[in-house]
């Protein structure tokens, strides 16, 4: 028999993806034809030119053919060679094999070292899962908090649209609640609560409140009194949190530093708020996204929940080993003193500078355009400037025009979200320091003639 479309469940039908859109499609289509296209529409690091590190892909390599250690031991540093080796062993068949559902204890471990050393806080190996990158980890909670059609999970706008998406998916309702753009898009309480209150005067049982940070689309990194106000926000109405933190790498902006929820939810005690955290090797310096590494750490959630947490993870087995072994390079990164370090650190720092440049100058140059405003990026890979539209005109014909006529492939804020009223769009900082100051300049002249 053949599946016709009318067969198929109605939550697929609904589910929208605009990273991946209509006009990315297109831009697919003209690239085809010839057009030179620049791809901002997606934080896909390496296909943009970012270098893997060193570290990381020495370790793979060893990881994925154990034949080249004896090989290697003339070529690769000794460090490399034994990170590569205590994967092995960890995982006790190689990558070729499944692991425990949760992911190799070993790495686990690591993980939870890894947060230790960030946040002095202890995390139970247990209560972390390695996953096929973040994404994954994001649809399990998810799964597992939306019970029934009235469940709603608090996402913020703009959104990152796994998010709106999987809500979707699972039959869910979104709750959105807006960022403040006039204030570097940073969460207000006022904001929190009347989205609540919208939310639960509309019947809507809201379970749960997704924060990202720092921000997708937005660029904003949130400040510890933030973070802490939106802990006591749950607390007070009985919410979990989930913390989407991929970008902790990313921050750019003087003074700006990254804080992690668990760090402040230990630090208020908050035992009567679930928080789940989410890390990934796609972003910060390792822009592995095809390696689909990642893990969650939850705190505060019952053993019986626990169990189920662990069944689903066991329903697909368990989360790919290139992309555990990634995290476990991730988390452990060579110290000072070991031979691995000095490259480390020297491509780290040509990384992180190389998107802190190309963040300032995309946003010096857009804010120099008339007819576009947008805030700094304190951190992630984007921007998301405000647009003025000529009368009759969405953002998505914006974004459509602009792909037509420069080749500058985008993605309309309507994708994300944004409040009534306004347009905009999201780029990513992350094509090479020349072509940035290209897409500044065809940006400009585009919206001179569009307007
Ligand atoms: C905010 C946010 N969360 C999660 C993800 C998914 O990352 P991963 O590749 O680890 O699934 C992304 C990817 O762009 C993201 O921007």
Same mark, same amino acid.
């Given at each position: 028999m053949t599946v016709h479309l009318n067969e198929i469940g109605p939550a697929v039908l609904a589910t929208e993806y605009a990273v991946r859109g209509p006009i990315v499609a297109r831009a697919a289509e003209l690239e085809q034809q010839g057009r030179e296209i620049i791809f901002c529409n997606i934080g896909n690091p390496q296909s943009l030119g970012q270098k893997p590190l060193t570290w990381n892909r020495q370790i793979l390599a060893l990881c994925e053919y154990p034949e080249l250690m004896e090989l290697a031991a003339n070529v690769f540093p000794e460090d490399a060679i034994a990170a590569a080796r205590a994967i092995l062993e960890g995982t006790r068949y190689g990558l070729g094999a499944y692991s425990e559902s949760r992911g190799v204890r070993f790495i686990r471990e690591a993980v939870a070292s890894y947060i230790w050393e960030r946040d002095g806080i202890v995390t139970d190996p247990d209560a972390i899962m390695l996953t096929d990158g973040a994404s994954k980890g994001v649809q399990t909670v998810l799964r597992l908090l939306i #019970? /029934?059609?009235g469940d709603g999970i608090m996402v913020p706008i703009p959104q990152y649209p796994l998010y709106s998406a999987s809500i979707t998916l699972y039959r869910g309702k979104m709750v959105p609640y807006y960022l403040d753009e006039a204030n570097d898009w940073k969460l207000s309480r006022p904001m929190l609560e009347s989205a609540l209150a919208k939310a639960l005067a509309e019947g809507t049982r809201v379970k749960a409140i997704c924060v990202i940070n720092p921000g997708n689309p937005t660029g904003g990194v949130l400040d510890e009194a933030n973070i802490r106000m939106v802990v006591e926000f749950a607390q007070e109405h009985g919410l979990s949190i989930l913390a989407d933190e991929v970008y902790q790498e990313n921050v750019y902006r003087e003074g700006d530093s990254f804080v992690s929820f668990a760090k402040v939810h230990q630090a208020l005690d908050a035992k009567d708020v679930s928080l789940f955290s989410f890390h990934s090797c796609s972003k910060g310096l390792l822009g592995e996204c095809g390696m689909r590494g990642g893990y969650f750490e939850y705190r505060n959630v019952p053993e019986d929940v626990s169990a189920q947490i662990l069944k689903l993870q066991s329903v697909c087995l368990c989360a790919n080993l290139v992309g555990q072994a990634a995290v476990y390079a991730m988390v452990h990164p060579p110290k000072p003193g070991m031979p691995s370090h000095p490259l480390y650190i020297q491509e780290r720092r040509t990384i992180l500078e190389a998107l802190k440049l190309r963040a300032t100058l995309l946003v010096e140059g857009l804010n120099r355009i008339e007819g576009i405003t947008c805030n700094t990026i #304190? /951190? #992630?890979?984007?921007a998301f400037p405000a647009i003025t539209l000529p009368p009759g005109r969405t953002d998505s014909d914006y974004a459509m025009a602009l792909l037509e006529e420069t080749g500058i492939c985008v993605v309309p804020g309507s994708g994300f979200g944004q409040a009534e009223g306004t347009a905009h769009f999201r780029t990513t900082i992350l094509p090479p320091t020349d072509k940035i100051q290209k897409v500044v300049e065809a940006i400009g002249a585009f919206q001179r003639n569009y307007r």
């Open positions: #019970a /029934g059609p #304190a /951190g #992630a890979m984007y």
